[in-house]
């Protein structure tokens, strides 16, 4: 947002300067970005009048000009067509750097004759793009005057406007907050209504009171449009606006004025004597104001007349209805458009007009009348003219609720120690409203262009902002002790080695959206009402994800169509079950994409086990007990194929993780390759270590003893999971086995039907002394045993 001090002083009265202003928004919070200020940028030029202009000697395109400067005469060659003798222009002395031209100037010869100075363009100043010679200025200007001060050049503002605060976007609302903080005296930004001479001949119409639920307007006939004052241009090309013509240039006046976007119509242009605010339909166009044309949706509010669409409401106008010097009756509209269906329409066409940035932020509701007054009056003044009564149609959105607030809540809020009637008045400056005098305070009512206000808090913030931020006490917060087991929690730090330990196994960590489409989440167990977005910054993104795959799996499907199929991802994020709190968990999510190049020995790319494999040495790494897991494959979800899936669990309810092969149906639907592979961990489910006293634990040492391994070759059930049986043979002597490994699996002649052969090594670790025979056949019949026991397995003859 740009402004002027002469535009700020039109509604402030003050005799501030620009570092003032400047200092006053900062303290305020309003965050300055930039200052372009002519006067410190063209300090080194000044007025100058030539008193002689004469032929160069030694060229003929060249002349040398006797100048009269603040530095007094001087010789000075030129060759701009029109030097001569009488003009008053602008001098620059020996050893000014040319901003348009970017040299700074010497003391030279040129052609034989020194120059010794510069007269200047308005191109070289930068003051326009370009020109044709010298500048020409009133000969009235005394000679050494400033230049900035000569050009009518003024000191231009830009400051950063946050998205809460959309009363920042016009010079009043900058005024009244520099006010409040003791800058000068706001001046009275009422503009009194003017009464109508006639019945507006253009009916307004409302066809979608969700989008547009209020609209005012006025017919005014018999003007004449045309260049608009060079006050008005001058104003508008300070801030960057190209002027157009008188009529539009006051509508972008008030836009910037008032944060009150307007538009004018050509009256004559209006089909069907009424313009109706309503949805789209499906298969209208908009030719805009800006040459291009726009599809419209059912979802964007546009303005139409008899022939249909001639505007997208809130955002841009349309060529069919625009006004040109030919223009002699207008229709100005002052309307309300809904703020989020106008950021929608902004999004969707890629128009950020300065209409449309104000109404997706909000404009103040109670400005439609008075916005539609002052544009009236400007029009008149400028172009003439009579206009109509005034049309105000619907109701805008009503004003904030009142506010109980009490005083004594800014100390305990913000630790501001100011009197009551200091916070009284602050308030009061700033445009709220109290109601009732108690010893508890009062009511007070915000504004209506402060819709961001709903609570004491933002009332105590808006004290604390006017009476200074430097006001606040400066109090060191009390020296919290260090956590005895650091500063992150176990979720934290089960995070940070799931992370390190993913990359280090060649997974390459992605950072997706939370959010992903409604048909993606429903393939995963989501999509409920209750997580939709009401919002969504995109069509496909529009749903909280119940998983990180879809977002993984949609990274494979991108990566593969653009030559890169071999993939291994993970990500570490939230996932969300539900809209509450505890719906909400965390999740390490992986995908595995084995589409390598082939290979001349054949080797097989990854596989499920490789998967498996990396995801129980995850699971050890974050602590989870692995050799108590379950694997259960019965239930698993419809996102994973039949029979090459399943869980990790404790117990019967505590899933830790879910792995498998994706089924091709979900993959065919995300337009990725097949086959992916995946696994997802929650993290929250992983029971917490038990908090033991610490000790110091022996140095690791390895036993001098040779390992010893012996095969069994069991026979079980062939739906019998395999992890089962390790399971057993493990069991039967934790301190000697330190490994069971299962290395073939064989159906066929030898076994009975339905039944496997599960062969098995188990190494055996001896601690202090080598195991004799009989030792080895005892644990051996512990094995047999403790497999018999817990999945029924015989030892294969």
């Not at 002027?4 to 501030?16: F, G, M, N, R």
């Amino acid at each position: 947002m740009k402004f002027t001090l002469s535009w700020l002083s039109e509604h402030l009265e003050t005799e501030a300067g620009v570092a003032e202003v400047v200092e006053a928004m900062t303290m305020a919070g309003l965050e300055v970005e930039h200052v372009d200020d002519p006067a410190a940028r063209l300090a080194a030029f000044s007025v100058a009048r030539i008193v002689e202009a004469v032929q160069h000697p030694n060229a003929d395109r060249l002349r040398v000009c006797q100048v009269d400067t603040v530095d007094g005469r001087k010789e000075i060659v030129c060759g701009a067509p029109n030097a001569r003798a009488g003009l008053t222009t602008i001098y620059a002395p020996i050893g000014t750097h040319i901003p348009g031209s970017g040299i700074t100037l010497e003391p030279r010869a040129v052609r034989g004759v020194v120059s010794n100075g510069m007269l200047c363009s308005a191109a070289e100043l930068e003051t326009a793009e370009e020109s044709d010679g010298i500048l020409e200025l009133d000969p009235a200007l005394t000679v050494g005057a400033a230049a900035a001060e000569a050009l009518g050049l003024e000191a231009v503002i830009d400051f950063e406007v946050t998205p809460n605060r959309p009363d920042w976007l016009g010079v009043v609302g900058i005024a009244r907050d520099l006010a409040a903080a003791g800058l000068g005296r706001l001046k009275d930004p009422a503009i009194p209504p003017l009464p109508g001479a006639f019945a507006s001949p253009i009916e307004i119409r409302l066809g979608g009171p969700e989008a547009c639920p209020a609209f005012a307007g006025r017919l005014i006939r018999g003007l004449k449009n045309g260049p608009s004052p060079a006050w008005l241009q001058q104003r508008l090309k300070a801030i960057g606006l190209r002027p157009i013509n008188a009529l539009v240039d006051v509508t972008n006046l008030i836009t910037y004025d008032r944060a009150r976007p307007l538009h004018v119509y050509d009256a004559a242009k209006v089909a069907g004597g009424f313009i109706e605010a309503r949805l789209g339909r499906e298969g209208e166009e908009v030719a805009a104001l800006d040459g291009k044309t726009y599809r419209v949706t059912p979802d964007m509010c546009v303005i139409a007349d008899g022939s249909g669409a001639i505007g997208l409401g809130g955002v841009m106008g349309g060529a069919a209805t625009g006004c040109s010097e030919a223009t002699t009756e207008v229709f100005v509209e002052s309307a309300w458009f809904d703020p989020i269906r106008t950021a929608q329409t902004g999004r969707e066409t890629g128009i950020v007009s300065d209409a449309q940035y104000r109404f997706a932020r909000g404009v103040d509701p109670a400005s439609q009348v008075p916005g539609l007054e002052l544009a009236t009056r400007l029009i008149l003044e400028l172009c003439g003219g009579e206009a109509s009564h005034v049309l105000d149609v619907g109701q805008a959105p009503s004003k904030a609720a009142p506010i109980r607030f009490d005083p004594a809540y800014v100390r305990r809020l913000a630790g501001l120690d100011i009197s009551e009637a200091r916070t009284w008045k602050i308030l009061a400056d700033l445009g709220f409203t109290r109601h009732g005098d108690t010893r508890e305070g009062g009511t007070v009512i915000p504004p209506s262009w402060r819709q961001d206000v709903d609570g004491k808090a933002d009332l105590v913030e808006e004290v604390a902002r006017i009476a200074g931020y430097d006001a606040l006490p400066a109090e060191p917060l009390p020296e919290a002790p260090r956590p005895a087991g650091g500063v992150l929690t176990p979720r934290q730090a089960r995070m940070r080695v799931g992370r390190r330990a993913l990359a280090a196994a060649g997974f390459q960590e992605t950072i997706t959206w939370s959010f992903t489409s409604h048909a993606a989440a429903i393939l995963f167990g989501g999509g409920q009402e209750s997580l939709v977005l009401a919002n969504p910054i995109s069509a496909d993104l529009d749903c909280m994800r119940p998983s990180i795959l879809p977002g993984l799996i949609d990274a494979v499907g991108r990566n593969a169509r653009r030559g890169f199929p071999d993939c291994a991802l993970f990500e570490i994020g939230p996932v969300f079950a539900g809209d509450n709190p505890a719906d909400q968990r965390t999740a390490i999510a992986a995908v595995l994409a084995p589409h390598g190049p082939r290979r001349w020995d054949g080797a097989p790319p990854e596989t499920l086990f490789d998967l498996k494999a990396g995801l129980l040495a995850l699971l050890d790494e974050l602590g989870a007990p692995v050799a108590n897991l379950q694997l259960v494959q019965e239930g698993t979800p419809a996102w994973w194929r039949p029979g090459r899936a399943a869980r990790l669990q404790l117990g019967a309810k505590a899933q830790i993780a879910a792995f498998g092969e994706v089924h091709p149906r979900v993959l065919k639907a995300l337009d990725a390759p097949d086959p992916i592979y995946a696994f997802e961990i929650w993290l929250e489910a992983i029971p917490e270590p038990k908090k033991k006293a610490v000790k110091t634990k022996p140095a690791l040492v390895l036993s001098p003893l040779m390992p010893l391994t012996r095969d069994f070759a069991f026979v079980v059930a062939r739906d019998a999971p395999a992890g089962d049986l390790v399971r057993a043979v493990q069991s039967a002597d934790r301190v000697l086995i330190t490994g069971v490994r299962v290395f073939d699996v064989y159906e066929g002649p030898g076994v009975s039907d339905g039944s496997k052969s599960v062969a098995v090594e188990v190494t055996i670790q001896p601690k202090d002394k080598t195991l004799t025979d009989a030792e080895i056949d005892a644990l051996s019949a512990r094995i047999v045993a403790a497999a018999a026991k817990a999945t029924g397995a015989k030892l294969r003859a």
